[in-house]
């Protein structure tokens, strides 16, 4: 055991509650390390409960609650500092750093692992598993529920044509197969044409597909301001500025494109936002 951890795992054994065979009926302090997981915690559990959610939670482009994680405790994924901070249960990913859980596990820290829901059903099942975890079943319920219909909303009306589409964040980013992301278009009516090009999870999407075969509405990430890497700037590609009279460019921000749970509420509406664009601009160019 490295000497830093001692004092600490002293400090653990000697707290109330903190030794086997003495669990809590629910945990007290939590922690997250998980950016996906930080959004859902954030919604079931009092914030007095949260002793930390992970840095990237008030990052404005990655995260959705970057506003509320202001006033929250974060931290950088070290053991040292996650151990100090006594918590009941760690809530991290199969990404996070071995050498962390490893220290967590020597110290008797309880933690679970999540890995990336790929379908909404397994966001879900995901958001669930957390509540259970949180003795929180009731507002995990009440969060799928809200998430069910929002989605059920945001289905494409009867009558209404589908679209084609395709997500293109910088670098040429794209959600593709086996995405939520990806179900979450079809299931707007946006059929996605970075599947249909054999893009699997995120990859990127060829720049030559979108010039030479246009989707109806083109999912746009931002850039940061000033756009100075190449791999922002190709977002606003000049190819992509002169096919603005053939497809409809809608903004869909990186924040939305990679956790489930509680973001496809935001994600869906923003593709809904898309789809009635495209759709007016289609139904003047009929008129005209």
């Not at 809590?24 to 997250?32: A, D, F, G, K, L």
């Not at 950016?35 to 954030?42: A, F, H, K, S």
């Not at 962390?100 to 110290?107: G, P």
């Not at 989605?151 to 670098?171: H, K, N, S």
Request: hydrophobic residues 45%; glycine residues 6%; contains cysteine.
């Amino acid at each position: 055991m490295k000497l830093w951890l001692a004092p600490l795992l002293a400090a653990l054994w000697l707290a109330p509650g903190a030794q086997a065979g003495e669990p809590t009926p629910h945990p007290i302090r939590i922690v997250s390390l998980n950016m996906c997981v930080d959004g859902i915690v954030i919604e079931l559990v009092s914030h007095d409960r949260i002793a930390a959610l992970s840095h990237y939670a008030r990052d404005p482009q990655r995260s959705t609650i970057s506003d509320a994680a202001r006033d929250l405790p974060i931290t950088y994924e070290t053991a040292e500092e996650i151990v100090a901070l006594r918590p009941d249960l760690v809530l991290t990913s199969r990404h996070s750093a071995i050498a962390t859980r490893n220290a967590l596990k020597r110290v008797g820290i309880r933690f679970e692992l999540f890995d990336v829901p790929d379908s909404v059903e397994e966001s879900l099942a995901q958001v669930r598993q957390v509540a259970h975890l949180l003795g929180a079943e009731r507002e995990g319920e009440a969060m799928v529920a809200r998430i069910q219909a929002a989605l059920d909303a945001a289905r494409l009306p009867p009558g209404e044509p589908p679209l084609t589409a395709a997500i293109y964040q910088p670098g040429g980013l794209s959600a593709g197969a086996d995405t939520v992301v990806g179900e979450l278009m079809e299931l707007t009516g946006l059929r996605n044409i970075a599947a249909r090009y054999g893009v699997e999870q995120y990859r990127p999407l060829p720049l030559e597909v979108l010039v030479s075969a246009p989707p109806d509405v083109l999912l746009v990430g931002e850039t940061s301001p000033g756009a100075p890497m190449r791999e922002e700037r190709i977002v606003r590609h000049r190819a992509l500025r002169a096919l603005e009279s053939q497809m409809t460019q809608a903004v869909f921000p990186a924040r939305l494109l990679y956790c489930a749970g509680p973001t496809m509420v935001p994600a869906a509406a923003a593709l809904v936002r898309a789809r009635e664009q495209a759709l007016a601009v289609r139904r003047t160019r009929v008129r005209l």
